[in-house]
């Protein structure tokens, strides 16, 4: 069964500072890979996914991600962080042929100001 | 921006009860989901629905859950005899496509409590 690995449970950042969080997942075969950002009270929203063609993939809000395959890794990044990013951020994987989205457990993003 | 919405945003139970968790997806969208997370732990699939019928169940998804599309509108999941580790939040998710790969759309979520 796929699963999903988010090794930075909580990352603590000052604004302006650069962001990388790590995701990897399990299954070799063809997948879709998402990552989802929840604020504080606020629901899960996508941030930016990747279904194929360019591996690297931009989002809202000046986020990227990079889909490397032999690594089996989808990580997050952003250049410059601000106090609003404050949030949990989830990787998520979808195996082709199937609708379920596996989860990581979450990033707890803190930035101070 | 339409939104997934979902009633109640806390619900308290007794164990053995059952309780209706309630969903409005997004209205044209023809997929639907139930997603939960239990304090502390990764959120879970548990099962997607399309044109009437579940198309994809986790091991979690047992007979005591179900879901229905009872009128246009609303997306249900029921849990017949609560448990004790029942208590999570659930999600409820909607996509648009039918065929191909789309975006999940998640609601607020609905916090379930069992006593």
């Known amino acids: 069964a796929q699963s999903v690995s988010q090794h930075n449970h909580h990352v603590i950042l000052s604004e302006a500072a650069s962001l990388e969080l790590g995701c990897n997942y399990s299954?070799?075969?063809?997948?879709?890979l998402f990552w989802y950002v929840q604020y504080p009270g606020q629901h899960l929203q996508l941030l930016l996914k990747?279904?194929?063609?360019?591996?690297l993939v931009k989002g809202i809000k000046g986020f990227e991600a990079e889909f490397i395959k032999s690594k089996f890794s989808f990580n997050l990044r952003k250049p410059s962080v601000q106090w609003s990013d404050t949030a949990e951020y989830f990787c998520a994987v979808m195996d082709t042929g199937r609708r379920a989205l596996t989860f990581g457990s979450g990033t707890r993003l803190q930035v101070q100001p | 921006e339409p939104e997934v919405t979902q009633t109640p945003s806390h619900q308290v139970t007794q164990m053995g009860q059952e309780v209706i968790l309630r969903c409005v997806p997004i209205s044209n969208h023809l997929y639907f989901y139930w997603y939960r997370q239990i304090l502390g732990q990764k959120v879970e699939f548990l099962v997607s629905?399309?044109?009437?019928?579940?198309?994809?169940k986790s091991e979690i998804f047992d007979d005591q859950f179900s879901v229905e599309r009872p009128d246009g509108s609303n997306f249900t999941l029921k849990i017949r005899s609560t448990k004790l580790e029942d208590s999570a939040m659930y999600f409820c998710?909607?996509?648009?496509?039918?065929?191909?790969?789309?975006?999940?759309?998640f609601g607020p979520g609905t916090r379930l409590t069992v006593l």
């Open positions: 299954y070799g075969g063809t997948v879709n």
């Open positions: 629905f399309y044109n009437n019928e579940i198309s994809e």
């Open positions: 998710a909607s996509s648009l496509l039918a065929g191909g790969i789309d975006t999940q759309y």
């Open positions: 990747y279904f194929s063609g360019d591996p």
